[in-house]
């Protein structure tokens, strides 16, 4: 399994990729593997300020629907809508063209709060 170090991850399965005041996330290699084939992704939460830990949306499997929980608090400013046509991309490409949402980061002190790459292998067993 793939997991950047440059990012940081969350309990929930979510990553964190933070460029200044904008963070992109997604879920993790590990958690579309064990949803397996998505079929669909649903964030009705662009424009809303959401705290850490508050879900910003869905992810539905052939077998099961997951709640995505934001990772840290801030607005969703952006959501790839790619995925509305074209859900596998979060099977075949979860850091890079499968990304969720962007966030304006409201409290960048959370970061601080999240797993880096060592603590989310050891989380999953990896």
């Known amino acids: ?12 399965h979510e990553w964190i990729r933070v460029e200044g005041d904008i963070a992109t996330v997604g879920i993790t290699d590990f958690a579309q593997r064990e949803l397996g084939d998505i079929v669909y992704v649903e964030i009705e939460t662009a424009g809303d300020t959401i705290d ?25 400013i952006e959501f790839n809508e790619d995925l509305e046509s074209e859900p596998e991309l979060v ?36």
């Open 91 to 126: 099977n075949d490409d979860p850091y890079g063209k499968g990304w969720m949402i962007k966030i304006k980061i409201a409290d960048a002190s959370q970061v601080a709060d999240l797993l880096d790459v060592a603590a989310y292998k050891e989380l999953i067993g990896d």
């Open 1 to 12: 399994m793939n997991f950047p170090a440059e990012l940081k991850y969350t309990k929930d």
């Open 52 to 76: 850490a830990h508050e879900v910003f949306g869905t992810v539905e499997a052939v077998k099961t629907v997951s709640d995505l929980f934001m990772p840290i608090s801030g607005e969703v």
